[in-house]
């Protein structure tokens, strides 16, 4: 039986154990009865270095691939287990007894708390974690430790502060942390980040590197071979390290969990439900881009380029309806020589008026004189009246979005496009997957969560001067075994007045010239 200590704080004459806890019929043994937890329990018994039973390294050594039980309780522990299988109550039962049974005031400062932070993909997610906690200080022995209890923060005795936390790394620095529980970190995304999971694990370790025995524990089901998970995953799973990794199917960490939802998951989409289900990163999922070939391909501080006189600009445009979470967004490019040359982009962010925002896009698509924009079917006719009605032309595209994606992805490759340095587009680009559909099709787009509205009027303006970079650069180049131009434009009569011969011109003066004019016509 716990009972009350210094500080006002829970502590027993002997240490109590989280295993203790989770035994002790006043404190939390009600919601871990019967043999459906026994995996769980052998976890938090390693997660704290508890001895093992033989039965309960058994199934140790299945879930982590280790050989050798734990000595040391772990500062870091990442769990891959399935939907439904448990982890959110266990990640709340680790908060409430690291708060509850630990005293952290020799090690802080004064004024200063210690922080139990519970960070997810978003708030409403973290709050899962924290109605779990809630409950059990709802308990009457733990009910006294609660000083302050607000919307997504509870404050306790003893210098404890457990609250919600957005999933951003920018937001997480400069707290002293007891524990940080990372929820569903395979799916985090962010507009400020490519990498969101990495940067948050980057940021919050040094706050806990103050307290000793302070914890980072990651729960998660996986997705993508991608991440922080896939990462933790790759360098500690089955290695005796000193950053512990669980895997576990939804029914070992649950068999109460009804096999046939599981069945019926597995027919309806196999390599989702074996993600969901059976912990298993999904293989059919791959990043569209690498963070290399971007970082090749985008140019440090340029945001934008001006128009510039004699030089031929393309647009591409994905409309949105203002009201939605889909932004409006343009993107103009232009050729230069064999490269695309991404020269400004344009993201409106609902809410907003379709007509008034259509009015701004025409007039900036102005400013660098073009007249006709490229677009999807959306909405119908609407686009192309609201664009017609202010002058501009709206083409459809040939192409649907995951083909412009996949037919972008060599001009990324080969280096020949130059990119604009801006995060949000960085973002939405590195977060593009590619996934193998039945029959072995692909398909590319953003992935759950996030949003690809530049990223798509970007590819698409780019694969739209793709063509035309690759044909002037023969004009420009005039290889004479470069590949041979059978559509070469015929000129006006008021154009062959003035303009030279389609021949490869032999001065840098008249380069130039027959360049410009012929990007003109493209």
Known sequence: ???????????????????????????????????????????????????????????????????????????EAWVIVGRRGGKSLVAAVVAVYCACFKDYSPFLKPGELAVIAILAADRKQAQIILRYIRGFLQLPILRKLVLNDVQESIELKGGVLIEVQTASFRTTRGRTYALVLLDEAAYFRSEESANPDTEIVKAVRPGLATIPGAMLLVISSPYARKGALWSAYSKHFGKDSKVLVWQGATLEMNPSVD???????LEEDEPAARAEYF?????????????????????????????????????????AGGSGADSFTLAIAHAEKDKSILDAVREIKPPFSPEATTLELCGFLKSYRITAVTGDRYAGEWP?????????????????????????????NSGR???????????????????????????????????????NSVCGVLHLVGGKAKKLFWLW?????????????????SESQTAPTPEAPKSTERQSQFYTMEIDKL
């Open 384 to 412: 192309r009246e609201q664009f017609r009605k202010n002058g501009i032309t709206y083409n459809l595209s040939e192409k649907n979005k995951s083909e412009i994606y996949r037919d972008s992805l060599p001009q990324f």
């Open 1 to 75: 039986m716990a009972s009350k200590g210094r500080a006002g704080g829970l502590r027993s004459e002997s240490i109590v154990t989280i295993l203790d806890a989770i035994n002790d019929p006043n404190l939390f043994a009600d919601w871990f009865k019967g043999s459906t937890w026994n995996r769980w329990r052998t976890f938090l018994k390693a997660l704290f270095a508890l001895t093992l039973t033989e039965d309960e390294f058994a199934i140790y050594t299945k879930h982590t691939q280790r050989t050798i039980a734990p000595e040391n309780a772990f500062r």
């Open 477 to 493: 180049s005039g290889d004479a075994q470069s590949e041979p131009i059978t559509n070469f434009p015929t000129p006006s009569t």
């Open 259 to 265: 096999p046939a939802v599981i069945e019926e998951a």
């Open 279 to 319: 912990a298993e990163f999904r293989k059919d999922i791959e990043a569209y881009l690498s963070r290399e070939v971007l970082d090749t391909c985008t140019i440090a501080g340029r945001q934008e380029l001006p128009p510039v006189a004699g030089v031929k600009y393309f647009a591409f445009t994905d409309p």
């Open 417 to 455: 496009v130059e990119l604009l340095d801006i995060p949000r587009l960085t973002s939405q680009l590195l977060n593009l997957e590619r996934r193998t559909g039945w029959g072995g099709r692909d398909s590319i787009d953003h992935g759950p969560g996030a949003h690809d509205d530049a990223a």
